[in-house]
C-alpha cells in the first residue's frame, strides 16, 4: 500500500474496494469506513511494521548481549562481515563487559571462533577466519591433522596440514603459532624456513637455529595484530598515546559520559562508523572508539562543508564540541575537528562508511 501511495495515491482504488464491498452486502458507511483505514495504513503502516519487526530483533540481540555475552560474541564474530561495529570493536566491547577473549592458536582454534568450556562465562577462542590471508581450505585441513596427534613444530604443522609458505606467513603474522615457535618473528622466520619455495629446495631440511631476534615492541605488536586480524588482544592503540591526549585535554569517553548537557568538551578516537543517512539533511554522525568507549558525534552540514578532509579522511580525529545529553542518549556537537591520524604511526585502521 505505500507503493501504491508513491505511484499517486489510492485513490484509484476507490470504486474497486467500496463498490466490490456494497456488491457483497456490506453498508456504504462501513465500506468507506474501511476504506479509510487502508488509506491511513498507506501513510504509516509501512514506518509502522518495519519499527515493530526491528524492535523484536534489538531486544532479543540486548537481551542475548545482557545475559548471554559470550554466546552474543561468538554469533556475532562468526557472522561476520555484517553490520555497523568491526570485529575489534565487538572484542573490545565484550571485554569491557568481563568476557575474556583468548587469541587464535594453530593448536586450539577453529575455522570458526568458539566458546572454550561449558560455562556461561567460559572465555571466547578466536577463530582462524579473523586471520588474514589464510583460506578456510588451509584452516579445515589444520584441524583435521590436529585430530590425528599434535604438532611437534611449524615444519610439522606444514607437512602434516599441506600448507604453503603463504598460509604460515599468515598464521606467523596473527601470532597464532607462538605455541609451536614462540614470539612472533621467530615464528614468522620459522615459517619462512619451513616451506622452501623453489623446487630445487622443497626436499632439503634446513637445521639452521632460529637466531635470537629482538624482542618486539609493545606497539609494535598492537600494530602488527591489526594488521594480521584487524584487532588486537592486548592494550588499546589508545592507552599508548593517552598521556599525550590528556595535555590537549582530548578526554575519554568514559569521563565524557559524566559531563552535564551544553558543557564544553574535547575528544579524541578511532573513527569506527561515519553514517550520511539521505534522511538527516546533510548531517553526518561518526563514531569514536577509545580504550574506554565509544563517542558519538554530529557534525551539522555547515562545519561538514569547512572540514570535508578532516571529517572524510582522519583515521583519528580529535573534536572539539558541546556535550548534550538527555537521559541515557549522549552525543558531542562538533564545532572544529582535527586530524590527528599521524599518532597512530603506522596503525592501520578500518572505517565503516554508511550512506
Excluded at 71 to 90: E, H, K, R
Excluded at 154 to 160: E, G, I, K, P
Aim: charged share 25%.
Amino acid at each position: 500500500m505505500a507503493a501504491w501511495r508513491r505511484k499517486g495515491g489510492l485513490e484509484a482504488y476507490y470504486d474497486r474496494i467500496v463498490n466490490g464491498m456494497l456488491e457483497r452486502g456490506y453498508d456504504r458507511e462501513f465500506a468507506e469506513a474501511i476504506f479509510a483505514q487502508i488509506q491511513g495504513f498507506g501513510e504509516y503502516g509501512f514506518p509502522e511494521s518495519h519499527a515493530a519487526s526491528f524492535a523484536l530483533l534489538v531486544y532479543a540481540s540486548a537481551w542475548l548481549k545482557r545475559h548471554e555475552p559470550v554466546a552474543f560474541l561468538v554469533a556475532m564474530l562468526n557472522s561476520q562481515p555484517m553490520g555497523f561495529y568491526s570485529p575489534s570493536q565487538l572484542v573490545q566491547d565484550a571485554r569491557r563487559h568481563g568476557v575474556k577473549v583468548l587469541p587464535v592458536d594453530v593448536t586450539l582454534s577453529n575455522w570458526d571462533s568458539a566458546v572454550e568450556g561449558d560455562s556461561t562465562r567460559a572465555p571466547v577462542r578466536l577463530g582462524m577466519s579473523l586471520v588474514r590471508g589464510l583460506k578456510e581450505e588451509a584452516a579445515a585441513r589444520i584441524e583435521l591433522a590436529r585430530a590425528v596427534r599434535p604438532f611437534v613444530d611449524v615444519s610439522d604443522l606444514a607437512r602434516l596440514a599441506q600448507l604453503d609458505r603463504k598460509d604460515l606467513q599468515a598464521l606467523a603474522a596473527a601470532d597464532a603459532l607462538r605455541s609451536l615457535a614462540g614470539e612472533r618473528r621467530a615464528a614468522l622466520w620459522q615459517a619462512v624456513a619451513a616451506v622452501p619455495d623453489r623446487d630445487l629446495l622443497r626436499g632439503a631440511t634446513d637445521d639452521d637455529a632460529t637466531p635470537v631476534l629482538a624482542p618486539m615492541t609493545e606497539g609494535q605488536q598492537i600494530v602488527s595484530d591489526y594488521r594480521a586480524m584487524g584487532l588486537t588482544l592486548g592494550r588499546h592503540p589508545l592507552e599508548l598515546p593517552r598521556p599525550r591526549l590528556l595535555v590537549q585535554r582530548w578526554l575519554p569517553a568514559a569521563t565524557l559520559g559524566g559531563f552535564r548537557n551544553g558543557q564544553l568538551a574535547r575528544a579524541c578516537g578511532i573513527v569506527t562508523v561515519r553514517q550520511r543517512p539521505g534522511t538527516a539533511k546533510g548531517v553526518m554522525f561518526v563514531t569514536l572508539e577509545d580504550e574506554t568507549g565509544q563517542v558519538n558525534v554530529i557534525i551539522w552540514p555547515s562545519l561538514l562543508e569547512k572540514q570535508r578532509r578532516e571529517a572524510l579522511g582522519s583515521s583519528l580525529l580529535a573534536v572539539y564540541g558541546v556535550w548534550q545529553r538527555e537521559g541515557e542518549v549522549r552525543h558531542l556537537v562538533a564545532h572544529r575537528l582535527v586530524d590527528v591520524s599521524p599518532l597512530l604511526g603506522a596503525l592501520v585502521t578500518s572505517t565503516r562508511n554508511f550512506h
